[in-house]
């Protein structure tokens, strides 16, 4: 694929995603909505900002939300671990503390969802392996991990993300810019099934890419906010370490504070987060700080971080005491899922000619 239709196909998507965001505003009961993360560890302030307060947004709006912990996920790049359920349950626990109320949302991990994964197979019917070579994730993975050698679930995985989304018949998914191909793909194994099996008769929903409206923030190096680089501020952590991380934050030479992030992405990188955690617009603070210098920076930003995250960890914390609650509470979304999926897979079936 050229340069030209990316950009062609990411302003399809990104003027889509405008009309979509007017449409969950007007008519949020027409919306299923479904995210996810892998339970990798805990979730950070990147999280947080980027898409975390965006769900419990829609949530609120009435939108019909589902929240998928990606465990199996994980195996496509490593053993899974022993504590993956400590961090299936902290992933629950982050959710729960920023907002997602499964009382309204659907908490629910893929690995319990039999009839979810069953998808997976008539869905790869579907889709050629030029195809799943074409995907700039699973290229950039085969390059990066031994070529032909890279496993099958792993050079798969964006159809398994198509039943994740499909199966549920969501019409909403929030990604990145980085995720579009997936959602694409998803589109099209329901446009595929819709075409060969039922005619006339359209099942799947194609779900729109809701792309994120929110500002970028980066790890406190400048670099991409990631678990595996340590620069992340994770809503697990404590105040103090929140303030000793902070205290490590790369700054420039400069003294006085201005917010422009072209030039100096480091310091604007830290009065964008300031700003996001206390509302204040980064130009003001940086106006404040003026030639009080990165010192001054760095102290009003872990004050308003552990300000901002104070409510979050108190709940998480509270939460994480009663791991039985929280499992009970993943299992009634998993029971939720369950009967959707079943459902799915019942109509799929029966679209294929397979009920004996
Ligand atoms: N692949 C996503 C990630 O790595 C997680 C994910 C799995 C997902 N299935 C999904 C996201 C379906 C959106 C929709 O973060």
Same mark, same amino acid.
């Given at each position: 694929?050229?340069?030209?239709? #990316?950009?062609?196909?990411? *302003?399809?998507?990104?003027?889509?995603?405008?009309?979509?965001?007017?449409?969950? !505003?007007?008519?949020?009961?027409?919306?299923?909505?479904?995210?996810?993360?892998?339970?990798?560890?805990?979730?950070?302030?990147?999280?947080?900002?980027?898409?975390?307060?965006?769900?419990?947004?829609?949530?609120?709006?009435?939108?019909?939300?589902?929240?998928?912990?990606?465990?199996?996920?994980?195996? /496509?790049?490593? =053993?899974?671990?022993?504590?993956?359920?400590?961090?299936?349950?902290?992933? @629950?626990?982050?959710?729960?503390?920023?907002?997602?109320?499964?009382?309204?949302?659907?908490?629910?991990?893929?690995? !319990?969802?039999?009839?979810?994964?069953?998808?997976?197979?008539? +869905?790869?019917?579907?889709?050629?392996?030029?195809?799943?070579?074409?995907?700039?994730?699973? %290229?950039?993975? +085969?390059?990066?991990?031994?070529?032909?050698?890279?496993?099958?679930?792993?050079?798969?995985?964006?159809?398994? !993300?198509?039943?994740?989304?499909?199966?549920?018949?969501?019409?909403?998914?929030?990604?990145?810019?980085?995720?579009?191909?997936?959602?694409?793909?998803?589109?099209?194994?329901?446009?595929?099934?819709?075409?060969?099996?039922?005619?006339?008769?359209?099942? +799947?929903?194609?779900?729109?890419?809701?792309? $994120?409206?929110?500002?970028?923030?980066?790890?406190?190096?400048?670099? %991409?906010?990631? %678990?595996?680089? $340590?620069?992340?501020?994770?809503?697990?952590?404590? &105040?103090?370490? /929140?303030?000793?991380? @902070?205290?490590?934050?790369?700054?420039?030479?400069?003294?006085?504070?201005? +917010? =422009?992030?072209?030039?100096?992405?480091?310091?604007?990188?830290?009065?964008?987060?300031?700003?996001?955690?206390?509302?204040?617009?980064?130009?003001?603070?940086?106006?404040?700080?003026?030639?009080?210098?990165? *010192? &001054?920076?760095?102290?009003?930003?872990? *004050?308003?971080?552990?300000?901002?995250?104070?409510?979050?960890?108190?709940?998480?914390?509270?939460?994480?005491?009663?791991?039985?609650?929280?499992?009970?509470?993943?299992?009634?979304? #998993? &029971?939720?899922?369950?009967?959707?999926?079943? $459902?799915?897979?019942?109509?799929?079936?029966?679209?294929?000619?397979?009920?004996?």
């Amino acid at each position: 694929m050229s340069i030209d239709t #990316n950009n062609e196909s990411f *302003e399809v998507a990104a003027r889509r995603s405008l009309e979509l965001e007017s449409d969950l !505003q007007a008519n949020p009961e027409r919306f299923r909505m479904l995210t996810g993360d892998r339970p990798t560890g805990p979730l950070h302030i990147g999280h947080l900002f980027g898409t975390l307060l965006n769900r419990v947004r829609m949530q609120d709006l009435g939108v019909d939300v589902f929240v998928l912990i990606a465990d199996y996920q994980t195996i /496509t790049d490593r =053993d899974a671990p022993a504590q993956i359920r400590g961090d299936v349950l902290g992933l @629950v626990a982050d959710y729960l503390a920023v907002g997602i109320d499964p009382e309204r949302a659907t908490i629910f991990a893929h690995s !319990q969802i039999a009839e979810l994964n069953q998808l997976m197979l008539p +869905f790869l019917s579907l889709v050629g392996v030029g195809e799943l070579q074409r995907n700039p994730t699973v %290229k950039a993975e +085969f390059a990066a991990n031994g070529g032909p050698s890279m496993n099958a679930l792993m050079f798969t995985y964006p159809v398994h !993300q198509a039943a994740d989304i499909l199966f549920c018949r969501a019409n909403v998914v929030p990604v990145g810019r980085d995720q579009l191909p997936h959602l694409e793909l998803a589109r099209q194994i329901a446009r595929r099934f819709n075409d060969r099996y039922i005619p006339g008769k359209p099942y +799947f929903p194609e779900p729109t890419a809701l792309l $994120s409206s929110a500002p970028l923030v980066l790890g406190l190096d400048g670099h %991409k906010m990631s %678990k595996s680089r $340590s620069n992340a501020i994770s809503l697990s952590m404590d &105040e103090d370490q /929140t303030a000793r991380f @902070v205290q490590g934050a790369r700054t420039d030479s400069e003294r006085r504070i201005t +917010f =422009d992030p072209v030039h100096r992405p480091e310091v604007s990188n830290l009065l964008l987060i300031t700003s996001l955690c206390n509302g204040v617009p980064p130009e003001m603070i940086a106006e404040e700080i003026g030639e009080d210098g990165s *010192e &001054e920076l760095k102290i009003r930003l872990a *004050e308003a971080l552990n300000e901002r995250l104070r409510p979050i960890r108190h709940r998480r914390r509270d939460l994480l005491e009663d791991p039985a609650h929280l499992g009970a509470l993943l299992a009634r979304g #998993n &029971e939720r899922a369950r009967n959707i999926a079943t $459902s799915t897979l019942n109509h799929v079936l029966e679209s294929m000619h397979m009920r004996y």
